[in-house]
């Protein structure tokens, strides 16, 4: 079936990096974006950022420019996320989710999401 | 960037009653990259809608989204126990690309 697995939890120092993988299967990896999306505890969903796995193009939310880098390898099918310099504030869950424009390229939306990454920040 | 708005905040029914959950955007979004999720406890979210009014692989049709312009509605006709929940409405610009969600709305059991 369609899914995607993200890599496990990580607790981090702040000043650090980390690197989330996003393993897809059971569709053609090159033909749907990678969103990845966060959600601190008790606060809503924020879009950091996408990326096109066929040509590497990538897009930044103005909050995680120079921050964050979205990277890919077809070859196993998975997606990225790194983000650095962290702090206390990047305490979260991080999904990633696919983006699909549906039939004719009319639309827009991600419709199957992974079951999240827990980072913890702290000292 | 657009900025959305939900209301309520929280929505407090009970199972069989009708649910109205309101979208509002900064400016005119268009209707086809309007989406709604729903999210539970401890889980990722789940499409529902998408295209401000097209349901989702297996979405039961008690619900259905509508709406252009800056104002969308998500209806639930008749509240079932599992549809406690948040639900974000969440649309996609594409110039310059971005994705915004909204506060969110609460579902929950009266």
């Known amino acids: 079936q369609v899914q995607l697995v993200q890599s496990g939890a990580e607790v981090k120092k702040p000043g650090a990096s980390v690197k989330v993988s996003c393993k897809a299967s059971g569709y053609t990896f090159t033909s749907y974006d990678i969103n990845w999306v966060r959600q601190a505890t008790g606060q809503g969903l924020e879009w950091m950022g996408w990326m096109n796995p066929n040509s590497g193009n990538t897009g930044y939310a103005q909050k995680f420019q120079g921050r964050v880098t979205m990277t890919r390898n077809t070859s196993i099918s998975t997606a990225y996320m790194e983000l650095s310099s962290l702090r206390s504030e990047d305490t979260a869950v991080y999904y990633c989710?696919?983006?699909?424009?549906?039939?004719?390229?009319?639309?827009?939306?991600?419709?199957?999401w992974g079951k999240g990454t827990t980072v913890t920040v702290s000292s | 960037e657009i900025v959305l708005t939900q209301s309520p905040g929280t929505l407090s029914l009970s199972p069989g009653e009708r649910a109205t959950l309101s979208c509002r955007a900064s400016?005119?979004?268009?209707?086809?990259?309007l989406a709604w999720y729903q999210q539970k406890p401890g889980q990722a979210p789940r499409l529902l809608i998408y295209g401000a009014s097209s349901r989702a692989t297996g979405i039961p049709d008690r619900f259905s989204g509508s709406g252009s312009g800056t104002d969308f509605t998500l209806t639930i006709s008749r509240l079932e126990p599992e549809d406690f929940a948040v639900y974000y409405c969440?649309?996609?610009?594409?110039?310059?690309?971005?994705?915004?969600f909204g506060p969110g709305t609460k579902v929950d059991i009266k």
């Open positions: 400016q005119s979004v268009s209707s086809s990259y």
């Open positions: 989710a696919r983006g699909d424009y549906g039939e004719r390229g009319y639309y827009y939306y991600m419709d199957v």
């Open positions: 969440q649309q996609y610009g594409s110039s310059p690309r971005g994705i915004t």
